[in-house]
């Protein structure tokens, strides 16, 4: 049996609300005789042993446990602030300006080479676009040329 949903769209799986408790039921139903069997006979030619049914003592009675007692945390102690050293660090010693001089050559190159070789002329071709050779200024009427 199909059903069809309120607005016409067909719907092709079951109604869940009714297969759910129907298959809980047979799967109850199914596994509680398995569960109620008693043990299988013994072999052939053995005694059957008694059966001991072994009480186990109630456990000793115990003391309530004393309620949680709350202890506030100490409050954090801080340390004062150490003053900053108005002393200047001393200057690298000669080996590591040395080694440190290439590359801080090659971070001026980097950092103004950039700037003045590929960035400085698009921002000019830029104005020169927006506001023509001369500039976007009218020449000044009182000026001699």
Excluded: C, W
């Amino acid at each position: 049996m199909r059903q069809t949903h309120p607005h016409g769209v067909s719907n092709p799986t079951p109604n869940r609300r009714r297969s759910a408790p129907a298959a809980a039921l047979a799967g109850l139903l199914l596994a509680a005789p398995a569960v109620a069997l008693p043990p299988p006979p013994p072999p052939a030619g053995q005694d059957v042993p008694p059966r001991v049914l072994r009480q186990v003592p109630p456990p000793p009675p115990s003391a309530p446990a004393p309620p949680p007692v709350y202890v506030p945390a100490p409050p954090p102690v801080y340390a004062p602030p150490t003053p900053p050293d108005p002393s200047p660090p001393p200057p690298l010693p000669v080996a590591m300006r040395v080694i440190y001089a290439p590359f801080y050559a090659a971070g001026l190159i980097l950092r103004y080479g950039v700037y003045y070789v590929i960035v400085a002329p698009l921002e000019v071709l830029g104005r020169t676009l927006n506001y023509g050779v001369k500039g976007g200024v009218d020449p000044d009427p009182n000026a001699a040329h």
